[in-house]
């Protein structure tokens, strides 16, 4: 089946810091990956995607980068702000048998000092 | 347009009640899809419906019933709510399923004493 593990949380930055998040994913066919942002009292929001071999990913100063070889999507930003506070998803879709079901990381919690 | 809207935003209900969580979309997406989110373990896929008529099971549906009679509309029922339900609920919905990027709700905050 499809799983998507997360790095531990939470984690704490100070403003301007940068960030890694790691993802690594394990699926059943070729996946597309995405990482999705929740602000505090608010729904998802897609942040980026890729969904090939070496695609980069990058939204709102953000990157990840689909790398096969290694099963993973890391989440970076070179300079946080504490607007980037925040509980970050990582996730995956496929094909198939899997057709539309989001496979979700567990999420990790961002806060940004100043 | 609004996107993917939920109601009710906080509900508590009492074990052995029964509820219905609205999700409406004005996006004429064919895909929708209804998640839980539990502390730890990200979001888990309870129903999801690929059209009008059509609606299936996804990872964990014990408890819950859905029904799709409109593009807009997909309500998840809770026949008989346990405490195992206390959890925050989220609609979602895409393009077309497969790997269209699903738009989520803003979600239904659900505690059952």
């Known amino acids: 089946g499809n799983s998507v593990t997360q790095m531990e949380g939470p984690v704490t930055l100070s403003e301007e810091a940068f960030l890694t998040i790691n993802c690594t994913y394990t699926?059943?066919?070729?996946?597309?990956l995405f990482w999705y942002v929740q602000y505090p009292g608010e729904g998802l929001q897609l942040l980026l995607k890729?969904?090939?071999?070496?695609d980069k990913g990058s939204n709102k100063g953000f990157e990840a980068t689909y790398r096969k070889e290694t099963t993973s999507f890391h989440l970076e930003k070179g300079s946080v702000q504490v607007s980037d506070s925040a509980v970050y998803f990582c996730a995956l879709i496929t094909g198939g048998t899997s057709y539309g079901k989001l496979t979700f990381g567990q999420g990790t919690i961002l806060t940004v000092h100043p | 347009n609004a996107g993917v809207t939920q109601t009710p935003k906080f509900q508590v209900l009492k074990t052995g009640q029964s509820m219905t969580l609205q999700c409406a979309q004005d996006m004429n997406h064919e895909y929708m899809s209804w998640y839980r989110q539990d502390p730890g373990m990200g979001l888990r896929l309870i129903h999801y419906?690929?059209?009008?008529?059509?609606?299936d099971q996804g990872e964990v549906p014990n408890g819950y019933n859905v029904s799709r009679s409109t593009t807009e509309d997909f309500p998840l029922r809770l026949l008989s709510a346990a405490p195992s339900q206390t959890s925050v609920y989220f609609c979602?919905?895409?393009?077309?399923?497969?790997?269209?990027?699903?738009?989520f709700g803003p979600g239904t905050r659900l505690t059952v004493l």
């Open positions: 979602a919905s895409s393009q077309g399923g497969g790997r269209d990027t699903q738009y």
């Open positions: 419906s690929v059209g009008a008529g059509i609606t």
């Open positions: 890729a969904t090939k071999a070496d």
């Open positions: 699926a059943t066919g070729y996946p597309s």
